[in-house]
């Protein structure tokens, strides 16, 4: 064999494990955040964590519930915002949608999309705290509701044109209206997937922290309906983590736990509700 | 006579009305409108949210100008504000993320796409999908708990001994620094450059990878002088969208980068981004001048990303035909 087949194939064999190995590392840097939460976060987990009040600052001991309680509250806000406009949105683009305004309506999407977490929390401050003059649950809520329109619809669409149009023609031939038909048929079957990418659009901005800094602040204390600060996981980590106390490390690492577990939580059971809907998608 | 047309105009007239009628009591037109104003509403937020941005940045427009991006001090007691070093900050941290990001995540998107079996690849692809999904304080946590102590106590120290003669490796050694930032942002974007570039991969026509191998080229050669300048314009798509992610990153950046204002060449120096110093700064501003120059980084923030954001999108809606929707 000349040489230069052998290093040839010395190349081909060294790039290719190198790739190999890039694939590995990033892998694996999910294990790492996933052990290190693990490690400390339940080391610092306790029942107090759920069920208490933070500790006024100094004293150690205290726990998040407003906190777990806010981020409800925040989400509960967004999803009002959220879902409504962005599942009308996505039957639209799918269902009724010319070509023009349908090209600008996905595309705006796309930017929204992308539009950094914080300029979301600009918005909400001008367009909510600039005028009632004080932070609240509503512009946090607003702000988070922003972010969750785009998923919300390019899931939507992506479901509904994923439904056989045999379906739709069998509905029309019945003489089912069309909304009826879209409502009563397309909807149902495309449900699985629209579910999913709510799960995933709620998962996405349950762990958004910078939008919330100005919009609903945060609050050592409950916070009483909607029109006043509110204190959310992700911002009480954000806060925690920065402070020079050890025990708030300590629940810092606990809320991370709790707020990265729900957020894979919510989308391994996402996608594998995904997953098996599949076969679905062939027909 | 000139009553006729008339009455077989309102005659047309009342058919349409009467079949408008219909539609509207079988509610199709009524959903229709419903539905499109939801679309539309979308726009309108979105023009909403730019022309917000520009009505309450304009103070420091009119008081700075042009001259807002080149200044480098930032001084609210005084009411300078200059936004170079936040500029500086953002770009450099955003460069380093990148240079660390691309090369780790275009050889892992080669590997899912290329060689790993179908099975493995979508398992790990799994896992990285979710690696995107961590939110970004999270990161900032470990990077502030893990990252910056092992920079601290053994990377940085082994940089100073062996590089030091560079300026990008000189200066006092703090832990938080630019180089903390890079990295925490190198981790965060690897999992989209590797997503959508695995796409952009496996959309390579498989007859291209064949036509290579038969003339004689190893696996390599085929991946890398075939199929990888295939998909090249998917693949920068990819590393526009990871830049566009990285420029706009508040938290983590935020919590290991050292927010201080200054322009220094040493990667060990702590710096300070854009969307770092709207978020620490922004509930403490004080007057108008202050918290409208901060909505005017916001404003800056929010071009530059929608920019490379729109061209990366055009470019992979072109390159992979069907839509992107979750990247």
Redesign the interface.
Known sequence: MSLRIRW??L??VV??S??????L???S??F??LG??LW?GSKSLDWAFFTRLPAPVGEAGGGMANAIVGSGKLLLLASLIGI??G???G???A???GKT??F?????????N???????G??A???IV?PMKHFSTLAGGLALG?MM???A???T??SLRAVPRVLREGALALGA????T??TVVMPAAMRGIVTGIM?TL??V?????PL??TA?GNRFWSPGWNQPIASL?VM??EY??SAYDDW?RQ??AA?LV??AL??IT??GA?LVVSRGISFRRA | MPNIPVTAGRARLSLRARQFLQKLRHGDEVAHLITLLAAASIIVVTVMLVYQLYINSILPRHKFGFEFFLGRTWDPVSGDFGALPFIYGTLVSSALALLVAVPLGVGAAIFLSELAPPRVSNYLTFVIELLAAVPSVIYGVLGIFILVPVLRSAVMPFLKHTLGFLPLFKGPIYGVSMLAGGLVLALMIVPYIISVSREVLLAVPVEQREAALGLGATKWESTWQVVVPFARVGIMASVFLALARALGETMAVTMVIGNDPKISASLFAPAYSIAAVIANEFTEATGDLYLQALIELGLVLFLVTIVINGLARLVIMATTQKGTSQA
């Open positions: 040839r194939k190349v081909n790039m290719l190198l790739t190999g190995v890039c694939a590392l990033t892998v840097v999910l790492v955040i290190y939460l400390y409504p406009f599942l009308l949105a039957v639209y683009l269902e009724f949608g305004f349908s600008l309506v996905r595309y705006t999407t796309d930017l929204l992308g539009v950094p977490s914080i300029v979301t600009i918005f401050y001008t367009v600039i922003v329109i785009p998923i619809v390019r899931t669409e992506e209206s069309k909304w009826k879209v409502a995933l998962a996405r349950a762990g958004e922290t910078a800094l100005f602040l992700p980590i954000y983590a920065l490390h810092a690492w991370g707020l990265l957020v894979l989308n391994v996608r």
